[in-house]
């Protein structure tokens, strides 16, 4: 079994202590931030400013608490091992930020002091793919309109001016039917260029977009 890290949490504050894009703390035995790092501090700093005592839930979303500290038990029982996490955090504002972690227990020569947590921000990921389902279904929903809604009445005229065609109509009238049908058919062709024939068929090419 690989031997567990001791004493690399300093290693890991020089390296992210002033990052512009990845959180850095260590949550305590008790539950209260030990560290964070400028951004995280910064960010977050109507909840815990100057306090002395600083409640890791403070900013944390409620309906999440109970996931953080489940994330946090399993680092504390398999400290060898790495779990992740998405929690919303409180903006201060009235909404949330959705931010994703991956923590780990604080293993040291004296056992373990906590859990150390990296995480980011992924709120416009997350804005994203909720955008990509709302075009998907809005595609299917189109499909299904230009399937149901032009195209079959389409091809029922079709039918009639086919049943047209065999009637027995004068000289004139067959002329109209003739143009009629060609109409159809040129409208047909055209549509046959533009339809959508599954809305997976456009958000497959969104899922690609950064």
């Known amino acids: 079994m690989t031997e567990i890290l001791k004493n690399s949490f300093p290693h890991i504050v020089n390296l992210l202590h002033n990052s512009n894009n990845f959180y850095l703390v260590r ?11 400028e ?4 960010k977050y700093k109507a909840f815990y400013g100057e306090n002395r005592t600083r409640f890791a839930g403070a900013a944390l979303h409620p309906d999440d608490h109970v996931l953080s500290f489940e994330v946090s038990q399993r680092c504390i029982q398999y400290p060898g091992e790495c779990f992740e996490a998405t929690l919303r955090k409180l903006d201060g504002k009235g909404g949330y930020v959705i931010t994703h972690w991956d ?3 604080n293993v040291t020569e004296d056992g ?7 995480g980011y921000d992924i709120t416009d990921f997350a804005s994203r793919q909720d955008h990509i389902r709302f075009l998907t279904s809005t595609l299917r929903d189109v499909a299904y309109r230009q399937s149901h809604l032009i195209r079959r009445p389409l091809a029922n005229i079709i039918g ?20 009629l049908k ?6 047909a062709d055209e549509f046959n260029q533009f339809m959508i024939k599954d809305g997976r068929q456009m958000s497959n ?3 690609g977009v950064d």
């Open 27 to 37: 949550v305590d035995n008790y539950g209260n931030y030990a560290y964070m790092n």
């Open 39 to 42: 951004y995280f501090a910064t």
């Open 103 to 105: 923590f780990k227990a």
């Open 112 to 118: 373990i002091e906590g859990v150390v947590g990296i």
């Open 160 to 179: 009639l001016v086919e049943l047209l065609e065999q009637s027995d109509v004068d000289e004139s009238v067959m002329e109209m039917v003739t143009m």
């Open 182 to 187: 060609q109409s159809c058919h040129d409208l």
């Open 205 to 207: 090419g969104y899922e």
